[in-house]
């Protein structure tokens, strides 16, 4: 019987299909076979001819229950979960079975950003302020003392989704209500002000083996009001930039990451302080890979894959110039009558990949989480500066055309 891994994957949006299939072609690479636990309720036509079960991926029981069966049939070398939400409950599957890999108490120091921070902390990385939000006149006292803004957010939330930035008093008697109900799932921090970055990393046996910085080119609380881009930083990188990938490399060898792929964000305040934002213990989210893969020719989550098979694998990357990405959204709601085509972004000047999500018939609602967007693209450029112009150029080229939902046309 062949050697196998297990994959938790979550085809909605299409927003793992490109993860989903490096991890697959990695495996058979190597002469390992890919089993997958996709959700109980959604089709997953590309993990077709692979051995599928199902499960409520949300109901962390259920998964171990289907995981305990999976691995009484055939045993498990590695597992493999692709979503934010799902990184959890993988560890304590591997905890049940004696796979190798993040156990929980890792797992929950990348989930859980009170431990994350409280970890960070014990580690000399500095953290912004925070607070519980016990009752609403905690939070108004630790405005008072750090200064408005401050940012409610739950404690192990993803992509700013129930994250609230509280700009005064009176935007706190708004959000109170929102959060009252559930304030123990949240954490009150102080906003930070300065520029946002994220490093994407592979380690091997606790060594950072691929690393690459980039720049956010907006606050990603901000997902509302501009489309999220991020920008490589590659070339000519100043002090405070390998400050932060040397804060990076402490960060995940301290919250004890062995061999694995980890998204980390930081903060540069104006004064050059290096501020730790949060880690996942999983790729970076939206078009983070593909932009990584168009730029240094690797896909993260195969090239994790490899890793965890292939003790003496090395990434193979290319340098090339900085590339960017950016989400593609509208300010317009309702059903989609015509919007542009990912075929049509690709033939555009400087870019290199692009995925559109929506189309015709497809209904459009305001964002309520920084992942709420149309698709995205990948462009290259010759800096940060020269890129995020290169931004606007596509985006403007970018149409969507909608009508009310409750409307057809008729023709």
Same mark, same amino acid.
């Given at each position: 019987?062949?050697?196998?891994?297990?994959?938790?994957?979550?085809?909605?949006?299409?927003?793992?299909?490109?993860?989903?299939?490096?991890?697959?072609?990695?495996?058979?690479?190597?002469?390992?076979?890919?089993?997958?636990?996709?959700?109980?309720?959604?089709?997953?036509?590309?993990?077709?001819?692979?051995?599928?079960?199902? #499960?409520?991926?949300?109901?962390?029981?259920?998964?171990?229950?289907?995981?305990?069966?999976?691995?009484?049939?055939?045993?498990?070398?590695?597992?493999?979960?692709?979503?934010? +939400?799902?990184?959890?409950?993988?560890?304590?599957?591997?905890?049940?079975?004696?796979?190798?890999?993040?156990?929980?108490?890792?797992?929950?120091?990348?989930?859980?950003?009170?431990?994350?921070?409280?970890?960070?902390?014990?580690?000399?990385?500095?953290?912004?302020?925070?607070?519980?939000?016990?009752?609403?006149?905690?939070? #108004?006292?630790?405005?008072?003392?750090?200064?408005?803004?401050?940012?409610?957010?739950?404690?192990?939330?993803?992509?700013?989704?129930?994250?609230?930035?509280?700009?005064?008093?009176?935007?706190?008697?708004?959000?109170?209500?929102?959060?009252?109900?559930?304030?123990?799932?949240?954490?009150?921090?102080?906003?930070?002000?300065?520029?946002?970055?994220?490093?994407?990393?592979?380690?091997?046996?606790?060594?950072?083996?691929?690393?690459?910085?980039?720049?956010?080119?907006?606050?990603?609380?901000?997902?509302?009001?501009?489309?999220?881009?991020?920008?490589?930083?590659?070339?000519?990188?100043?002090?405070?930039?390998?400050?932060?990938?040397?804060?990076?490399?402490?960060?995940?060898?301290?919250? +004890?990451?062995?061999?694995?792929?980890?998204?980390?964000?930081?903060?540069?305040?104006?004064?050059?302080?290096?501020?730790?934002?949060?880690?996942?213990?999983?790729?970076?989210?939206?078009?983070?890979?593909?932009?990584?893969?168009?730029?240094?020719?690797?896909?993260?989550?195969?090239?994790?894959?490899?890793?965890?098979?292939?003790?003496?694998?090395?990434?193979?990357?290319?340098?090339?110039?900085?590339?960017?990405?950016?989400?593609?959204?509208?300010?317009?709601?309702?059903?989609?009558?015509?919007?542009?085509?990912?075929?049509?972004?690709? #033939?555009?000047?400087?870019?290199?990949?692009?995925?559109?999500?929506?189309?015709? +018939?497809?209904?459009?609602?305001?964002?309520?989480?920084?992942?709420?967007?149309?698709?995205?693209?990948?462009?290259?450029?010759?800096?940060?500066?020269?890129?995020?112009?290169?931004?606007?150029?596509?985006?403007?080229?970018?149409?969507?055309?909608?009508?009310?939902?409750?409307?057809?046309?008729?023709?």
């Amino acid at each position: 019987m062949n050697r196998a891994v297990l994959v938790v994957y979550r085809p909605a949006a299409g927003r793992y299909l490109a993860q989903f299939r490096a991890v697959v072609a990695a495996a058979a690479d190597l002469g390992v076979d890919t089993l997958v636990l996709l959700p109980a309720d959604q089709p997953a036509p590309e993990a077709a001819g692979l051995p599928c079960h199902r #499960a409520d991926l949300d109901d962390p029981e259920a998964v171990r229950a289907a995981v305990a069966g999976i691995v009484a049939a055939r045993p498990v070398e590695r597992i493999f979960p692709l979503f934010e +939400g799902d990184v959890l409950t993988a560890a304590r599957c591997r905890r049940d079975h004696g796979i190798p890999g993040l156990d929980p108490e890792q797992a929950l120091t990348f989930r859980d950003k009170n431990v994350m921070h409280r970890r960070a902390t014990e580690l000399g990385v500095p953290v912004a302020r925070s607070c519980r939000p016990d009752t609403v006149g905690a939070v #108004a006292e630790f405005a008072a003392e750090v200064g408005w803004p401050v940012v409610v957010k739950p404690y192990a939330g993803w992509a700013c989704g129930d994250t609230h930035r509280v700009d005064s008093a009176d935007d706190l008697a708004r959000v109170w209500p929102l959060v009252a109900d559930a304030r123990h799932d949240y954490r009150v921090e102080e906003y930070v002000r300065g520029a946002e970055f994220h490093v994407d990393s592979l380690l091997r046996d606790g060594e950072v083996v691929f690393e690459q910085l980039s720049r956010y080119t907006y606050s990603v609380l901000e997902f509302r009001d501009e489309p999220g881009g991020t920008v490589s930083r590659k070339h000519d990188l100043a002090p405070a930039e390998r400050r932060i990938l040397a804060a990076n490399a402490e960060i995940l060898r301290g919250f +004890g990451m062995r061999t694995g792929v980890a998204h980390v964000e930081f903060f540069l305040r104006d004064d050059d302080e290096v501020v730790f934002g949060e880690a996942a213990a999983r790729a970076g989210g939206g078009s983070i890979v593909p932009a990584i893969e168009a730029g240094r020719g690797i896909n993260l989550a195969g090239e994790w894959c490899r890793l965890e098979l292939d003790p003496t694998h090395v990434p193979a990357t290319v340098l090339g110039p900085e590339t960017g990405t950016e989400y593609l959204c509208s300010d317009r709601y309702g059903r989609i009558t015509a919007i542009t085509t990912a075929e049509e972004l690709r #033939a555009l000047d400087s870019v290199l990949d692009a995925d559109v999500w929506k189309s015709v +018939g497809d209904v459009l609602a305001p964002p309520t989480a920084s992942n709420d967007v149309l698709g995205w693209y990948v462009c290259e450029g010759r800096d940060f500066d020269d890129v995020r112009a290169r931004f606007k150029t596509i985006r403007d080229a970018f149409e969507v055309r909608t009508e009310p939902a409750g409307e057809s046309s008729c023709g």
